[in-house]
Each structure stands twice: as structure tokens, then as C-alpha cells.
């Protein structure tokens, strides 16, 4: 666990010292380089993320790695001339799985819930798919022509729980639970 916890860290630092301060120096060229006056930055993304839950119910924890994936993309719309300040919105989607040891059973829309020794079952877990909406607000000083530039992006995100299933496994048979009510259809953070 530790051994994957230092190699995402190191997956996601490293990038921070990928660029050089040495400067180019322009030649002599036919083409001048001109900024761009439509210059935006927009981005694709993709994260992989760890779940470690807070203030959990006593006898609560997670087994396994609970991981959390997302995609999507941000449209990044400038507000002043020199575009290096800027509101970014986009649209993405999340799948999390969170393993642990709270088993959910129940018929109809009546759930119950008991924490149960990690030693009683064979699998038990949490899955939830989500529609993501997150909005950033860009402060920058890069343009279409230096690649030499800092950027500071500080943001939200709404997401929309669009399916969720739990599932437990254990010697005697498997239970699955799909679309609980009890879910929050609606994350943000």
C-alpha cells in the first residue's frame, strides 16, 4: 500500500519540474512569432485518486484500495484582454469504488446497515458513477508564444450520482443493491 501511495505521489510531483528556465533564443526567421488574441487553455483531464473517508462510524474502514477515476474536459473561457485571467467550465465523468466493511442489505427502498468483521465476507463493496460539472478560475501569465509560464488554477466541483450499486460476497451467496435512496444524488466539493 505504501509502495503505491509513494508512486502516485511521485507520478503527480514530478511533472512540477519538467520545465527548464534556460531561455531559446530566437533566431533570425521568416515567421514572426505573434501572440494570439483568441490564446485559451483548454484541457482534457484525467485523475486517479485515492478515498480516504473522514469522520466515519465506529468499526468502519476500508479494505483494498478504494480508488476513484475521472475524465473530462474544461472549456476555458478568458475574462480580461490579456487572457491571463480566465473562468474554466467543464463536463466530466467519475467512477468510484469504495471497498470497506459496511454491508448494506434490504428489499424495496428499506436498507440496513451493519458494520461486520473483515474476516466474515469475501467481497463488499460500494460503486457509484457520476456526471461531474467543474468550474476553475484561472490565473496565469502564459501565452501562445513563451512556454515559460506559471499558472495557479483554484476550483469546485458538482457532481450528479447517476447510478449506484453495492454488492457483498461472502461464502453463502452474493447480495446486490442497486439505486439506493439513502445515496446523496448530488456531491460537491
Known amino acids: 500500500m505504501r509502495t503505491i501511495i509513494i508512486a502516485l505521489l511521485y507520478l503527480t510531483v514530478s511533472p512540477l519540474f519538467a520545465q527548464t528556465a534556460n531561455e531559446v533564443k530566437a533566431e533570425n526567421d521568416s515567421i514572426a512569432l505573434v501572440a494570439d488574441p483568441r490564446y485559451r ?5 484525467a485523475s486517479i485518486a485515492y478515498h480516504s473517508i473522514q469522520n466515519k462510524p465506529s468499526g468502519f474502514s476500508q479494505s483494498s484500495f478504494s480508488t476513484a477515476l475521472s475524465v473530462g474536459f474544461l472549456r476555458d473561457m478568458p475574462i480580461n484582454k490579456a ?3 480566465a473562468i474554466a467550465v467543464g463536463l466530466g465523468y467519475s ?14 427502498d428499506m436498507r440496513t446497515y451493519e458494520i461486520i468483521p473483515e474476516d466474515d465476507f469475501d467481497k463488499n463493496k460500494l460503486v457509484f458513477h ?3 460539472i467543474p468550474i476553475e478560475f484561472r490565473w496565469r501569465n502564459s501565452d501562445s508564444v513563451s512556454h515559460k509560464f506559471w499558472r495557479v488554477y483554484a476550483g469546485f466541483k458538482a457532481s450528479y450520482v447517476f447510478y449506484n450499486k453495492s454488492q457483498f460476497e461472502d461464502g453463502t451467496g452474493t447480495i446486490k443493491l442497486r439505486d439506493n435512496p ?3 444524488k448530488l456531491l460537491y466539493g
Do not use: A, P
Open 182 to 184: 439513502d445515496m446523496n
Open 41 to 45: 487553455e483548454d484541457q482534457f483531464y
Open 95 to 108: 467512477y468510484n469504488n469504495i471497498k470497506n466493511n459496511l454491508k448494506i442489505t434490504g428489499v424495496d
Open 130 to 132: 457520476s456526471v461531474d
Open 83 to 85: 487572457r491571463n485571467h
